[in-house]
């Protein structure tokens, strides 16, 4: 079954790009979905089946795969991108398909 | 507007039940797959379960097979999650998720505000 990693923090200054990544075990999974999580609230879904934004998420934020691994891409950060972010994936080979990521904490200096 | 509230949350004690809900509007529920994911305090989102959009699919995660049972009734737009056999482990918040019919791959676009569930003597 898939397992998802993810460095657990990245940190960086306003106006830089952040790539958040997460990699998967076995290669060939089909799609990943990015959520974004700040204190105290829900997560928020900011892209999906690897690149698509839903509305209403700024263009900022982008996504892309190679070779196995996907990344989030957070251009000119803000500091209201600080939160956590978590990816997920669904196994269509497992009887527990959906796997979540263990998260990466993006911190704006 | 779409709203998903959950609700059935509380201090229980361990070997003890609970029945979280989990309300729909503004959507056609029906519709709609949807899952149970959960967040220990200070941890990461670890997904529970899913039930297809008519209910006849069902997965659990390892850590709730035998233990926790979710349903669907989509005439009163509702989910719900039976989790039986609670463990000191067991507390978090839940999150009820709707899932996505734009993903080709299920992610999930609408989440509840989530409810505690607290496991301890």
């Known amino acids: 079954s898939y397992v998802l990693t993810q460095t657990p923090s990245v940190s960086l200054a306003p106006g830089q790009t952040a790539r958040i990544t997460c990699g998967e075990n076995n290669i060939g999974f089909e799609t990943v979905h990015w959520y974004q999580q700040k204190p105290g609230q829900a997560p928020v879904l900011v892209v999906y089946?690897?690149?698509h934004r839903p509305s209403g998420v700024p263009e900022r934020f982008s996504g892309s795969t190679s070779g196995g691994t996907a990344t989030l891409t957070i251009s000119t950060v803000e500091a209201g991108d600080e939160a956590d972010y978590y990816c997920?994936?669904?196994?269509?080979?497992?009887?527990?398909?959906?796997?979540f990521g263990g998260g990466t904490k993006l911190t704006v200096l | 507007q779409v709203h998903l509230v959950e609700s059935g949350g509380g201090l229980v004690k361990p070997g003890g039940s609970l029945r979280l809900s989990c309300t729909a509007s503004?959507?056609?529920?029906?519709?709609?797959?949807m899952s149970w994911i959960r967040q220990a305090p200070g941890k990461g989102l670890e997904w529970v379960s899913y039930i297809s959009s008519g209910g006849d699919t069902i997965f659990y995660a390892d850590s709730v097979r035998g233990r926790f049972t979710i349903s669907r009734v989509n005439a009163n737009n509702s989910l719900y999650l039976q989790m039986n056999s609670l463990r000191a482990e067991d507390t978090a918040v839940y999150y009820c998720?709707?899932?996505?019919?734009?993903?080709?791959?299920?992610?999930?676009?609408?989440w509840g505000q989530g409810t505690m569930a607290t496991v301890s003597s």
């Open positions: 503004g959507f056609i529920f029906r519709d709609y797959y």
């Open positions: 089946d690897d690149r």
């Open positions: 997920q994936a669904w196994d269509s080979s497992s009887d527990h398909p959906v796997v």
């Open positions: 998720a709707r899932g996505s019919l734009t993903s080709v791959w299920y992610s999930f676009d609408i």
